[in-house]
């Protein structure tokens, strides 16, 4: 496990648990999920990124290095790191530094913002961003591979639920397979 010293991220001890479920109704296809990852759009910054991997394997929350580059971030600079991820097969990716991000998952009023520190590393990815268990934990996240779908509790007591874009969780999903890393 890595920790990447900086500000300490806001509390959630005061937060009231919401009884989350998910039922029939919140599958949104009619095709068959049988591998689809949950891909969503999440505002960070001023932006709005898509293509964004909810992993919940992931002991990290990622930010790819050519979305960083992207994403023109001039009141923000990165903070050297050193150190690497590992995969889940041993590869080793050395992360360039790290960046604290506003970032907001739903929309208004049924969202959420919250302070996510991201790793930054310089490697080919059919995402722009993972977000993984900190992220996940930290909104408070359920995610249901099998609706295709996650739900969290709303600044305003109430669950929100978010669908994955199915279209573009495809088209990374073939992009990794025809140029695996």
Known sequence: MLTIEGTVPQSNKDTIDLKITFIQADISSTIPNLDDPVV????????????????????????????????KLYGKSMQPSFGELVGFSGEKIPIKGYIWLKTTMGDTPLSQTIDIQYLIVDCPSP??????????????????????????????????????DRQQARKCYNTSLKNPM
């Not at 999440?42 to 990124?49: M, P, R, S």
């Open 127 to 164: 995402y722009n961003i993972i977000l993984g268990r900190p992220a996940l934990n930290m909104f408070r996240v359920v995610v249901s591979t099998l609706h295709l779908c996650v739900k969290f509790q709303a600044q305003d007591g109430k669950i929100a639920t978010l669908h994955s």
């Open 40 to 71: 969503i759009s999440i505002q960070t910054g001023e932006l709005l990124v898509r293509k964004v991997l909810l992993d919940p394997g992931s002991s990290a929350d990622v930010l790819f290095y050519s979305t960083f580059q992207k994403m």
